[in-house]
C-alpha cells in the first residue's frame, strides 16, 4: 500500500523569499514520486519527477526535489518565490513496477501563497 | 504542445441521470486514467485502462462507472445513474512508457 503526506495545507510565503513544500511518502515497494501544480479552474501540470535516477530533480519553472530514502521524503523547494507560483501543489507517488504504470495516489495538496 | 482535452467542460445533470464524460488522451499514449477531485478534497483514482481493457480500478470505480474506447481517440467515463455524492472534478489523464501523466483541464460535474 502507498500514501503521501503533505504537511501544511497551506503556506505563505514573500516574493523572493525561498519556497518548501513538504512531501513524506509510504510505499512498501520502490516509489517513483512526483510533483504537480493546479492553478485556479485549470488541470493538473507535471513538475517534476523521481524515476530511481538522480535523487535530486529539477523540474519547471525553477523547482526542484530531492529524493531521501531514509527519511521517506520529497521535498519541493524554489530558491526565490514569484508572484505566479502561486498555486495548489500536489504530491503523489506510485509504484515503480517494470514495464508497467501504475495508478497516482496523491496527497491532500497544499495551497501556496505568494505575498508581495 | 501535445495536450489532453475534456469535453464538457460543465455538466449539470439531475439525481439519476446517465452521463458521459469525454476526453482525448495525447495521441501516442498508451496508457489512460480517469480520476476525480471532490471539492475540497484530494484527487482519488478511479480508473486505468490499457490494451483495451481495464488494468486497475478503485473500490470508488462500482457497477455504475463504465470506461469506453470507442475509436482511436476517445477515451470516455460513464455514469450510469448518478448521485449527489458524484459531484466533483473529473480528470482524464494519459501516459507514455516514461511514467510520467499528463492530465485534462476536467470537467466539473454537477449532480442536482
Known amino acids: 500500500a502507498q500514501s503521501v503526506t503533505q504537511l501544511g495545507s497551506h503556506v505563505s510565503v514573500s516574493e523572493g523569499a525561498l519556497v518548501l513544500l513538504r512531501c513524506n511518502y509510504s510505499?512498501?515497494?520502490?516509489?517513483?514520486l512526483f510533483w504537480y501544480v493546479q492553478y485556479p479552474n485549470q488541470g493538473l501540470q507535471l513538475l517534476l519527477k523521481y524515476t530511481s535516477a538522480a535523487t535530486l530533480v529539477k523540474g519547471i519553472n525553477g523547482f526542484e526535489a530531492e529524493f531521501k530514502k531514509s527519511e521517506t521524503s520529497f521535498h519541493l523547494t524554489k530558491p526565490s518565490a514569484h508572484m505566479s507560483d502561486a498555486a495548489e501543489y500536489f504530491c503523489a507517488v506510485t509504484a515503480a513496477y517494470g514495464g508497467s504504470q501504475g495508478n497516482l495516489i496523491f496527497g491532500k495538496g497544499t495551497k501556496l501563497s505568494v505575498k508581495p | 504542445e501535445p495536450e489532453v482535452t475534456q469535453t464538457p467542460s460543465h455538466q449539470v445533470t439531475q439525481m439519476g441521470q446517465e452521463v458521459i464524460l469525454r476526453c482525448v488522451p495525447i495521441?501516442?499514449?498508451?496508457?489512460f486514467y480517469w480520476y476525480r477531485q471532490i471539492l475540497g478534497q484530494k484527487v482519488e483514482f478511479l480508473v486505468s485502462?490499457?490494451?483495451?481493457?481495464?488494468?486497475?480500478k478503485s473500490e470508488i470505480f462500482d457497477d455504475q462507472f463504465s470506461v469506453e474506447r470507442p475509436d482511436g481517440s476517445n477515451f470516455t467515463l460513464k455514469i450510469r445513474s448518478t448521485k449527489l455524492e458524484d459531484s466533483a472534478m473529473y480528470f482524464c489523464?494519459?501516459?507514455?512508457?516514461?511514467?510520467?501523466?499528463?492530465f485534462g483541464p476536467g470537467t466539473r460535474l454537477t449532480v442536482t
Open positions: 485502462f490499457y490494451n483495451n481493457e481495464i488494468s486497475e
Open positions: 495521441s501516442n499514449h498508451l496508457y
Open positions: 510505499s512498501s515497494v520502490p516509489p517513483y
Open positions: 489523464a494519459s501516459s507514455g512508457d516514461n511514467y510520467e501523466q499528463y
